[in-house]
């Protein structure tokens, strides 16, 4: 079950649902700076996944601002959105459009 849903009606809060590592370590360093209250979910079907890091996210300072979405790819001719486990299905769908 995914409670983000539930989560993002409550006034005042903000969710995050991180998809890659890089996401999880910004948007962890994000919350906890952030004055307001803050749910951070993570789907446990991404454990076992692997990322590739950048040499970026391993600076000290490095942190992803909250309320800003993160372009996975960009294309020309559909606009695709999802968060967490979905961003994984949505990218593999666009890889597998380009086939067509």
Same mark, same amino acid.
């Given at each position: 079950?995914?409670?983000?849903?539930?989560? $993002?009606? &409550? #006034?005042?809060? /903000?969710?995050?649902? !991180?998809? +890659?590592?890089?996401? $999880? %370590?910004?948007?962890? @360093?994000? $919350?906890? %700076?952030? !004055?307001? !209250? &803050?749910?951070?979910?993570?789907?446990?079907?991404?454990?076992?996944?692997?990322? #590739?890091? @950048?040499?970026?996210?391993?600076?000290? +300072?490095? +942190?992803? #601002?909250?309320? @800003? =979405? @993160?372009?996975? %790819?960009?294309? *020309?001719?559909?606009?695709?959105? =999802?968060?967490? *486990?979905?961003?994984?299905?949505?990218?593999?769908?666009?890889?597998? +459009?380009?086939? /067509?």
């Amino acid at each position: 079950q995914c409670y983000a849903a539930w989560y $993002a009606h &409550v #006034p005042g809060l /903000k969710v995050l649902t !991180p998809y +890659s590592a890089e996401d $999880a %370590r910004g948007l962890l @360093k994000a $919350a906890i %700076r952030d !004055p307001d !209250p &803050v749910v951070f979910l993570e789907n446990e079907l991404l454990y076992g996944e692997s990322f #590739p890091i @950048k040499a970026e996210v391993l600076d000290s +300072s490095f +942190s992803v #601002p909250i309320g @800003k =979405a @993160k372009i996975e %790819r960009e294309g *020309k001719d559909v606009t695709i959105t =999802a968060f967490s *486990k979905m961003v994984g299905y949505a990218l593999q769908v666009c890889y597998y +459009s380009t086939f /067509k």
